[in-house]
């Protein structure tokens, strides 16, 4: 497997001149909205913040800001308007934002009026998944810099995101920027011992991150339903306990593979449910006593302080996904006293990285979001980067970077021809 490489090979934003520029930033304003449209969780707008009040106080002479909004599939869909998104943005900003009516084939206000403008929902035309050059082109045409700071749409080809970057001189935000230096580090360099935590649903979803952590981390501590099918590939029964059927087979391959290293580490108690529900009659059992019509929901007591116990000496720490149902209170104390425990590893000094995605919502919901040394803005697109696989997003700013460095050069060698024909001359 290639080496992720910790050097970024692409321009940020101090590389640029942004004086009297007019800056376009890709965010990822994609964040839940309860039934009145009020921002129920506000992480990803706040994260942006960094980038777009230091382009404001370097003196950008608009600030054009473009992200998606659910899922409208290329049609406008009015819940997924991000009006509500825009006053939420003034209020942290402590700013005046105007929300533009489209996001293309419109006149954007003057300047002097309006120094931040809101785009609407990108996803309202279906040129934009499709990753269509010419609606890249439209965008850029608002534009002298482009900036993508949303990490958590840079696994995806979108013409927000890839194309765009054929058209302006582009570079990433500061949130992107602070992403990928923290977990290409933990890919490339980590200071060990580096322990990998991994639950959730599914094994079939992650074999290739299992893979790539295999060949990176000293242990990986196995949790939430992902646990039962590895107990399936051992041969053991696990009631009614979610199991991943097509994941056994590889389970299986993982825990060979591993048999004489011993990186894969599963639970060794669980806590058993006798349906899915948080009214549910419980009991905490090891494997082999799980018994018919009963699902595992947590990991046990005794595998908390067992993975506590291994965690203790990790320099590095990975996590992704939920140890069990920590949406229920009843199932949630294996993911919980496992985020308590490494945040206070992260006050020793210790990385910590979350992932993302539940394992975000999980830490979020305990309190404790702040308490990590990063946590992943990018559920979809940090798993992508864990799995090895490059993402689209960052590429695209690769190549516009060797581009304008291969123009440069260029540039520095037609100047260096003119100056020996001069000499020549004289
Ligand atoms: P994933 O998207 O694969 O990270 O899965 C996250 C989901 O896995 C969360 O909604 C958890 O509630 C769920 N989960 C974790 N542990 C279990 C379990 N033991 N049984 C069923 N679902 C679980």
Known sequence: MAEQKLALKFLTLKDFDIKNKKVLVRVDFNVPLDEDLNVTNDKRIKESLSTINYLLEQGAKQVILMSHLGRPDGRIVEKYRLTSVCKHLEKVLYQKVTMAEDCVDIKLPEPKNSKVVLLENLRFHPE??????????????????????????????????????????????????????????????????????????????????????????????????MAYTFYRAQGFSTGTSKVDEDGIGVANQLLQKTEKSGKIILPIDNVVADKFSENANTKTVVIKDIGSGWMGMDIGPLTINKYKEILKTAKTVLWNGPLGVFEMKKFSRGTEEIAKYLAQMTLKGVTTIIGGGDSAAAVEKFGLASKFTHVSTGGGASLEFFEGKELPGIKALENNCSKSIKKKKLKKQEKKEILLKRKKKN
């Open 128 to 225: 934009e998944e499709k990753n269509d050059e010419a609606f890249a082109k439209k965008l850029a045409s608002y534009a002298d810099i482009y900036v993508n700071d949303g990490f958590g749409v840079s696994h995806r080809a979108h013409a927000s995101v890839h194309a765009i970057t054929k058209f302006l001189p582009s570079c990433a935000g500061f949130l992107v920027e602070k992403e990928l230096t923290v977990m290409g580090k933990a890919m490339s360099d980590p200071d060990k011992p580096f322990v990998a935590i991994l639950g959730g649903a599914k094994v079939s979803d992650k074999i290739k991150l299992i893979d790539n952590l295999l060949a990176r981390c000293d242990k990986i501590l196995i949790g939430g339903a």
